[in-house]
């Protein structure tokens, strides 16, 4: 969906372990990936789950986010590309995800999206 198209009725509510609370429709089928960041790392407040067709692009090709503008600054430490084109639908692979994000601020994931 769009961004600028969700509204709050689009909001779905889970626990830790992706099982909706509340909220209509049901969980995105990589939950996985997101939750387990955020058990990785307590400081994750957000995920922005994005499919940029330039960030896509970049991911395939093998490269990472060049920094060369200070609107840029928050991945100057680099962004690890997660090197599989899987879609991220259960715990291990989204334990993979996070274990490549490691502490820096985003992940590339290769051949997903578009």
């Not at 100057?76 to 334990?95: A, F, M």
């Amino acid at each position: 969906m769009p961004p600028g198209k969700v509204a709050m009725r689009d909001i779905i509510v889970i626990d830790g372990e992706g099982q909706k609370l509340e909220g209509f429709g049901e969980p995105n089928g990589e939950t996985s990936m997101h939750t387990s960041i955020y058990k990785a790392r307590p400081d994750v407040q957000c995920i922005l789950h994005y499919h940029p067709d330039e960030l896509v692009a970049v991911a395939a090709a093998g490269q990472g986010i060049k920094v060369i503008a200070n609107c840029g600054v928050d991945f100057y430490r680099g962004t690890p590309i997660y090197d599989s084109p899987l879609l991220i639908r259960n715990r291990q692979l989204g334990d993979q995800v996070a274990e490549i994000l490691g502490d820096r601020n985003a992940v590339l994931l290769r051949g997903h999206g578009g």
